[in-house]
């Protein structure tokens, strides 16, 4: 059997829509990806959870119209962010991704940039752009912030990340927005047909044409 190449599942059952996408949760170790996706999935929040090892994603079901149900798959990193960089495999199929730092430590800001290079020089849209990609200040419950709006806003401009929000997982605050902001970015594009059938992984020839991705 051919291996699936599309990004998702498309179920035409008398007009009805039933879409599968991927979407990475990336960021440093401790930011608070496991509880954001928990909280997203399960409407759960708990301070202490068991460190994952391997791949871990959750599933998120939305009924987007009375036509569409869009199955939400989340990877959350699980472990690998301790190695700086994920493997190709990882991101293979991926149509979105949310970054997260933790508000209260600047360090963690500081790694978005490793991340966003690592995403951009290794997956793209069919036709060579970048995948939407959302900024997630986690921990914005946390009084006294390290990094001010004013930098999160500059450097999202500055690296063409289109929308960035202030989230709690603690307090379930924005996580539903910031999602559907990756929702309907991923839906636009593949109605002007840009995911039409699958994300390719850049080839290492390609990654060799794009350096310096980020503005550094
Ligand atoms: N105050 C606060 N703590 C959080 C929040 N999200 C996660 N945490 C805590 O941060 C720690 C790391 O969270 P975790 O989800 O395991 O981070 P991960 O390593 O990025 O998956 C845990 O102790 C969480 O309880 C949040 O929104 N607010
Ligand atoms: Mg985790």
Partial sequence: MKPRRDSDVLLSKFGH???LFKFLVIGDYGVGKTALVRRYTEGRYTSNYKITIGA???IKTLDWDPLTKINL???DVAGHERFGYMTRVYYKYAVA???VFDISRIATFQSIRKWLCDLREKLTLPDGSNIPVVLLANKCDIPCPAISTE???KFCKENN???WFATSAKENTNIDV???Y???NVLKIKFDGGICESVRLRDKLTIREHTGCCKL
Avoid: P
């Fill in 17 to 19: 829509k039933e879409l």
């Fill in 56 to 58: 871990d994603f959750a």
């Fill in 73 to 75: 798959q989340l990877w």
């Fill in 97 to 99: 991704a949310a970054l």
């Fill in 151 to 153: 930098q999160i806003a």
């Fill in 161 to 163: 990340i289109g929308a």
């Fill in 178 to 180: 910031a999602m559907r």
């Fill in 182 to 184: 990756l929702v309907e």
